[in-house]
Nanobody
Framework: EVLLVESGGGQVQPGGSLRLSCAAS????????MSWVRQAPGKELEWVSS????????FYIQSVKGRFTISRDNAENMLYLQMNSLKIEDTAVYYC?????????RGQGTQVTVSS
């Protein structure tokens, strides 16, 4: 059974940082590109970032480029998202997901709230 468990969310002030983690199990992690997607209140699911199977290539939505960094540890079956310079508009539930885009299997999500 595929299991993706996100953690690390919370409430921060604008300009703050958070590091999200995703523990993966039930599949061969290093055979899959992985992604972070998010859903803000009242909005559709939005792709945020992806990383290739070997971690050599990363991709970001324009609005987070230079602020967010996706990474992975294939030895530990872990996916990460370092989020710096957070903005109010980054407020959302963040999910890790298999493959690229928003259609893959994802976890239960972790809430990120950016407010002053």
């Amino acid at each position: 059974e595929v299991l993706l468990v996100e953690s690390g969310g919370g409430q921060v002030q604008p300009g703050g940082s958070l590091r999200l983690s995703c523990a993966a199990s039930g599949f061969t992690f290093d055979l899959y590109a992985m992604s972070w997607v998010r859903q803000a209140p009242g909005k559709e699911l939005e792709w945020v970032s992806s990383i290739t199977q070997d971690g050599d290539s990363t991709f970001y939505i324009q609005s987070v480029k230079g602020r967010f960094t996706i990474s992975r540890d294939n030895a530990e079956n872990m996916l990460y998202l370092q989020m710096n310079s957070l903005k109010i508009e980054d407020t959302a539930v963040y999910y890790c997901a298999m493959n690229v885009g928003t259609a893959g299997t994802r976890g239960q999500g972790t809430q990120v709230t950016v407010s002053s």
